[in-house]
């Protein structure tokens, strides 16, 4: 059964189309890469699933509900962009902390859920840390932690890994690729860089100036690609 169902997702800015018909089927637990060139319409796809964005057209269903008109907090996602955001004044503890302090959890395990998180992320020993005294790659770690503790539903991650060094980028990778097997986390990733998209995905979807081309398995992309862009692009032609 369908986790999440993007159904005719249409949207223009300025008269210009940039998702023409957009229809994904996710099913729970799938590690799904959105992959193109950048301008293809990637980050606006994902923006529309979080509900920053409103589409002109189409609907979008998480968990049997229809969250087309659902706001953002009210979906059940969780996000992490490409600049960390965390919030400078608090220390990696506080940071993890913060979404769950509004969800009245009682403090020990509270602070059992953070540690765990924190552990989770390879941060261990860093809980008082400050984001200025943190690396890109560990700063990269709280956020996902940060995003993880809250439980969502779904992860919606736009080029999280793309500022980061290729070693660091690599080690984040397998991170985030083990922590949504040992959770079972469905998330949808954003991403430019074909390497990344092969190593992490059970599914890709392709996109090309606001279509899908094509999605399937990375190795059947690899093996079968339907156009000469997604062989070019997922670089098997040669
Ligand atoms: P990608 O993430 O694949 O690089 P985007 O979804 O960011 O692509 O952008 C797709 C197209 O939509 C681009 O041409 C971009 O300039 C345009 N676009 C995105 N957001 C806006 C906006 N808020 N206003 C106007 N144009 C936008
Ligand atoms: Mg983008």
New binding site residues.
Partial sequence: MSFITINNIQ?A??G?K??KNMNLTIHKGEFIT?L????????????IAAGL?SADEGSIFIDGVDVTHVSPKERGVGMVFQSYALFPNMNVYENVAFGLKMKKIEKQQLNERVMNMIRLVGLDGKENAYPHELSGGQQQRVALARSIVVEPKVLLL??PLSALDAQIRKNLQKLLRDIQQRLGITMIL?T?DQEEAMLVSDRIFI?NK?EIVQNGNPQDLYKHPATEFVARFIGSYN
């Fill in positions: 949207k800015f300025d210009q940039v998702l959105l193109g060139p950048s301008g293809c319409g990637k980050s606006t796809l994902l923006r964005v736009d080029e954003v430019h996109l606001g």
